[in-house]
């Protein structure tokens, strides 16, 4: 939980843990001061519109104590009083960096599936309702091929 003057007040165990830092170590800190250097400019952005708007969702690099990227998505709230002033704010953090290490598996598998499919020695295609959605380069040339001999065939 942070205070109005965006100081962090509050911090659950599960934080401390994914962070590898005691509850003590970051009362009076500011979150930013967690943030990896790539990610200032967005946490910039999104703490700014804690004023703004009451609640918020994104997804943010952390560092932790050991220096290591902790991905984390930041489900964001804003308390304010009766007239409108920011109380505090506190957020649900999730780490997500397991997800963002399967996202880039993911990534990286189609990419090679991918090049194997389109350099096979023979034609592939993926087709849907009575047509072609993807054909690999080996079947476009087979077909540019028949398509030209069926223009230039004299006709039976």
């Not at 009083?81 to 506190?90: E, Q």
Request: glycine share 6%; proline share 3%.
């Amino acid at each position: 939980m942070m205070n109005a003057s965006r100081e962090i007040v509050e911090v659950n165990d599960a934080l401390c843990r994914m962070l590898g830092l005691a509850r003590e170590d970051m009362l009076g800190l500011k979150p930013g001061d967690f943030v990896d250097e790539a990610n200032r400019e967005i946490f910039a952005f999104q703490t700014a519109r804690i004023d703004e708007t009451l609640h918020r969702i994104y997804d943010i690099t952390l560092k932790s104590k050991s220096g290591e990227d902790v991905h984390t998505r930041f489900n964001a709230t804003s308390v304010c009083d009766a007239a409108g002033n920011l109380r505090h704010s506190f957020a649900f953090i999730t780490d997500v960096s397991e997800l963002r290490r399967v996202e880039s598996e993911l990534r990286r598998s189609l990419s090679e599936q991918g090049i194997i499919l389109e350099n096979a020695g023979f034609g592939i295609a993926l087709s849907g309702k009575q047509k072609f959605l993807w054909v690999n380069r080996q079947l476009e040339e087979l077909l540019a091929m028949r398509a030209a001999r069926c223009k230039t065939a004299p006709p039976p």
